[in-house]
């Protein structure tokens, strides 16, 4: 008998390779994916201004970057905790000096102008329709712990967010004419708007991401969220917090979606590539005996014949476990 349905995602004409550049940005599970694009040592930037949910000032922060706006100071403002915020960007880059704080933002705004720039692939992850309208500085992508009655709570509709995306694709398209975008919605469930209001949130943004598919050929869909919600299907897949995916619930997801996304040529590379971090993170019972010396000569040696095909690849970090 079988006890669950399983999701098979179709071919998605993606083929990334390790001369790709790729930019995550998005909700949360952009750096889910994103971690594990970069374990095997792709070219990846993720979330270089930090986490945005909302589709709108994720796109408006593209949109800055892609015409190489700048933060001044005045678009800073103090929050509660002391920290220099700017509204469409994450209170990670915001410290309680205010020039630190600008260098931090406008250093993320250059990277993220670089990637845009560069990006041969650019994954965008929604995470909720909802949004905040700050009633003087507009929509906004984090509250930044001010007060509930500075904002009104507003839910996009699908051609709204259809609208914003063609006016994002037509500014990047501006400075990249070759990126593909892959559009992802985040299983992460935004409850705190409540069950009910959450999935008309997730239908608002799969609705969205279907039409942008069906008008742009270089847009692609990639079943995250249904890989968790419809496939898995079951809480032992969430983390205490019933919100957030476990880890063995994001590697079933990237084990779904690698194979349609990654170039199978290569896949010899990856499964080299695994080898070797698992051999960094061994911790050997004897690090002093022969057999162990030899060991990390072989992984050595290993990395060397790698970085002789693919020498823009990083194993710094491994080849310090490897002289340990």
């Not at 006890?3 to 995550?24: A, V």
């Not at 960007?89 to 406008?106: D, F, G, K, P, W």
């Not at 250059?110 to 995470?127: E, N």
Request: hydrophobic share 35%; charged share 20%; glycine share 2%.
């Amino acid at each position: 008998m079988t006890f669950r349905t399983e999701l098979y995602p179709k071919d998605s004409g993606i083929n990334i390779t390790y001369n790709d550049q790729l930019l995550l940005v998005g909700s949360c599970f952009s750096e889910n994916i994103g971690h594990r694009l970069s374990q095997f040592k792709y070219s990846t930037v993720v979330n270089p201004l930090g986490i945005i949910y909302h589709p709108k000032p994720l796109h408006n922060l593209l949109k800055d970057a892609a015409n190489d706006i700048r933060v001044s100071e005045k678009d800073l403002i103090q929050n509660i905790d002391g920290k220099y915020i700017a509204w469409n960007i994450h209170s990670r880059l915001s410290t309680t000096n205010v020039q630190e704080s600008l260098a931090n933002i406008n250093n993320g705004m250059a990277k993220l102008r670089s990637s845009l720039i560069h990006a041969d692939y650019i994954f965008l992850t929604y995470g909720t329709a909802y949004y905040y309208h700050h009633k003087e500085f507009g929509t906004v992508a984090n509250c930044h712990k001010f007060p509930s009655s500075h904002f009104d709570k507003k839910l996009s509709t699908s051609a709204e967010l259809l609208d914003d995306f063609n006016d994002l694709l037509s500014t990047i398209t501006t400075i990249n004419q070759k990126a593909k975008i892959l559009l992802t919605i985040s299983p992460v469930r935004h409850i705190k708007d409540g069950i009910i209001e959450n999935s008309r949130s997730k239908a608002a943004l799969i609705t969205t991401a279907h039409s942008i598919c069906e008008q742009h050929l270089n847009c692609h869909y990639l079943p995250s969220y249904e890989l968790l919600i419809d496939d898995l299907r079951d809480y032992r897949f969430y983390a205490d917090d019933m919100v957030h995916p476990t880890a063995k619930a994001i590697d079933y997801v990237w084990s779904k979606i690698s194979p349609i996304i990654l170039d199978l040529s290569e896949s010899k590379l990856r499964a080299s590539i695994q080898k070797l971090i698992a051999a960094a993170a061994h911790r050997p019972f004897n690090p002093n005996s022969q057999e162990h010396q030899k060991f990390m000569a072989s992984q050595k040696l290993a990395v060397e014949q790698i970085l002789a095909d693919y020498p823009s690849l990083d194993f710094s970090e491994e080849l310090k476990a490897f002289d340990l």
